[in-house]
């Protein structure tokens, strides 16, 4: 059996199978009403590179003629296709009857849920920034996670995090007389949001700010709180609390029996790669660190971690649809340097054109990689077969769900 029929039989086999994903931002129910086609692209990672203007309905054609290249675009046209049965392109030709199709659809308020069914997700862990710990009232499909960034900024009444938030204020925790009883405090809420089904931990500290932050004695880090919380703040008491803070939700997410997600790479692109997380890795072994998107775009900083570290969990969501190529590439090295079991993927969209078209992205990345080493003869089609359900399925229900043999 050739390389391309080996590909083709993963792929199949992907397809049969259920799969975990791992990371999703699925809005709630009331953002779907009244989509239309420019919508769902501003809901997109296209948007991110180059968003339709409110002023116009329908993009020039130098607006498509700039992203058809663009990675982000081929996989929400390949995911609008899959999702809708259409075989219309994402062009100005098409664009008007395209719209009109994805209008009708959301008609019925239930489209949205019923095409995530359809990728065949078992499960998919929802990360609702806009409300940390939400299932979207629909705990049947989704399992959430708790954004835990808003934490970082509990050191006075005005710091917010990037999504507005002051855990202060939105946890009614009042004015803590020292960092025991606001860290106390924080662990209440991440306590009843896992009694109601919250199973996972994220940070996305890159988007407000670097990942370099060191733990510090309790008294520097109460001295650097209260210096804050009453307004005479020295230039190192945020980095002192930020710092500690991080540390603290490390030993919280060992006690409460919950991985911890850690976006890594891009967002403000300061000190976001990866290897500043390391001594925060080495000092806490019993956190099960799941690292997000590789890095990118320093993903050697992943591999060396995953290498060295058993208690990171490379997670290579966002990745094939940010750039399949390096996606590829990324996976076939982390695959040589580190363990099989501890790598899982997840779509991390808003929509579920785009969700359908990262796993469309994820399946080739896996089908590929795995196929050439087939070819090579470094492991047998059954053992590309049983990887690849590792990582759409098993690995995730391990970490996550806590089933089969612990790593």
Known sequence: MNQEQTYEEIIEFAKRNPVIDTHCHHHKDEEF???NLKRLINETYVAWVDPIPECVE???REWFERLRCNNAFYWLERGIQETHGAELRLNRDDFPALSAIVEEAYRDPEFHLQSMRRCGYEKVLLE??????????????FAPMFRVNTFFYGYSKESRCHNGFNPLERFQMGVPSEIDEYCQKVFEVLQAAKSKGMIALKSAIPYD????????????????????????AEPSDVESFQGYMLNRLCEMSVRLDLPFQMHTGLGKMI???????????????????????GSFPWCSDMLGLAHHYRNVYPDIAW??????????RFLDD?????????ICWGCDTWTPEES???LAAAREVIARVLSKKVAAGRIGKDDALRIARMIFFENADRLYFKRGNQR
């Not at 990745?319 to 590829?328: I, K």
């Not at 982390?334 to 501890?342: F, P, S």
């Open 33 to 35: 009403r009244d989509f």
């Open 58 to 60: 329908v993009p020039p």
């Open 128 to 141: 609702c920034y806009w409300d940390p710990g939400s299932d979207n009232g629909h705990p049947d499909l």
């Open 209 to 232: 700010r670097g990942l370099n932050l060191y733990d510090c004695e309790k008294s520097r880090a109460n001295a650097a709180f209260l210096r804050c919380m009453s307004g005479r």
């Open 271 to 293: 000190n976001s790669n990866a290897m500043w997380l390391q001594p925060t890795i080495e000092n806490h072994p019993e956190t099960q660190f799941v690292l997000l998107h």
């Open 319 to 328: 990745m094939p649809v940010l750039s399949t190529a390096v996606a590829e």
């Open 334 to 342: 982390l695959l040589e340097v580190a363990r099989a079991d501890g």
């Open 356 to 358: 359908r078209g990262a």
